[in-house]
């Protein structure tokens, strides 16, 4: 019986010798021999290339051929897993069509022992989960949802500087990538024209000395058109479709924003500590010196966003002296 395992390694190989000739087409024989497997055995793989959305067209009599895959907007395990062979990070991809939350997917995993590295995205997701109990709602097929596991060397108290990395290296990935003048807001919050276009989520599991894992998982709005927006969300979200004017190529966004992640990471666990970090978050973090509202625990504070702490609390100006918040809703008014 073929394992799972091999299943994935013969349908990766496949996957890269199409690559390798992008536009050509590649003998079936040829592939057939190179992996000993049987005719019948790579129409399989193939048409599971084929299932995962990845644009593999089969030539009569003569093999298969990868068409250009650069503006294909597919969300392929085989694809993403390929292309983080260069992630320091993350080594791992499972694109799934539905589940209940990628963040109950990956902490199943971590629980069981997965090593950290891998991602799970998502197309629907049926109970998606927000920031202090809220859910998390989004578009079928047009947006991103991940969750990443991480094995980080932090305390449970700064799990939050995860929720910085993510945010500072999405703002990047939209900056950069998608030329947005995408705007950070404290802790984690990504806007442009002063609505969401993501959300970050870290939860964790460990005890007081060390965390065992952790899990950051991230919704973003890429291709959600505005009449697409859930009623709750008019006027509240929006997306890199309706920002930019054009659609993007999810899995292009994911890679990008991996890539930088994984060098945020790298910063935050290396012998310069969180500060390295945090000493990048406070340059990029648009909530810096603007007049705020930050809403905690029912009560309504205003002032003047003054700094970030070492654990990546935000510090405020107020009438009534300094107030540090660690986790609150904070609105930005000017
Ligand atoms: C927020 O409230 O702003 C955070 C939202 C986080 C949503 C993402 S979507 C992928 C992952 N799976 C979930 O259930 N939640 C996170």
């Known amino acids: 019986m073929i394992k799972k395992t091999d299943e994935a390694n013969s349908r990766a190989i496949i996957f890269e010798a199409l690559m390798a000739n992008q536009g050509g087409i590649v003998s079936g024989t040829a592939l057939a021999e190179k992996l000993s497997i049987t005719r019948q055995a790579l129409s399989k793989n193939i048409a599971a290339l084929k299932a995962e959305g990845l644009p593999v067209a089969s030539v009569s009599q003569k093999g298969y051929m990868m068409q250009d895959i650069k503006d294909t907007d597919v969300l392929s395990s085989t694809l993403i897993t390929y292309i983080l062979r260069d992630n320091p990070l993350f ?17 199943k995993m971590a629980r069981d022992g997965e090593e950290a590295g891998v991602i799970a995205t998502a197309e629907v997701q049926k109970m ?28 449970p108290g700064e799990v939050q500087l995860l929720n910085l990395a993510a945010g500072l290296s999405l703002k990047k990935t939209l900056r950069t990538l998608c030329a947005l003048p995408a705007e950070l807001k404290w802790p984690n919050d990504i806007l442009c024209s002063g609505r969401k276009l993501c959300g970050i989520l870290s939860e964790s599991a460990g005890e007081a000395e060390r965390i065992y894992y952790a899990v950051t998982g991230i919704g973003v709005n890429i291709n959600m058109a505005a009449e697409e927006i859930p009623d709750e969300l008019r006027g509240i979200a929006t997306s890199v479709l309706i920002e930019s004017g054009k659609a993007w190529p999810r899995w292009k966004i994911l890679v990008d924003f991996l890539g930088r992640f994984a060098s945020a990471a790298a910063l935050l666990c290396s012998g310069g500590g969180p500060e390295a970090l945090l000493e990048l978050y406070r340059k990029e973090c648009d909530t810096i010196g603007k007049k705020i509202n930050v ?17 990546g609390a935000l510090v405020v100006k107020t009438n009534d002296g300094e107030k540090i918040f660690a986790a609150a809703d904070v609105v930005h008014l000017r």
């Open 91 to 107: 080594n791992r991809c499972i694109c799934l069509k539905e589940t209940d939350s990628t963040q109950s997917v990956i902490k």
């Open 128 to 155: 998606g989960r927000g920031r202090r109990g809220r859910n998390w709602q989004s578009v079928s097929g047009k947006n991103l949802m991940f969750s990443m596991l991480l094995r980080p060397p932090l305390l």
């Open 295 to 311: 809403i905690c625990d029912n009560e309504s504070f205003s002032g003047t966003a003054s700094g970030i702490t070492g654990q």
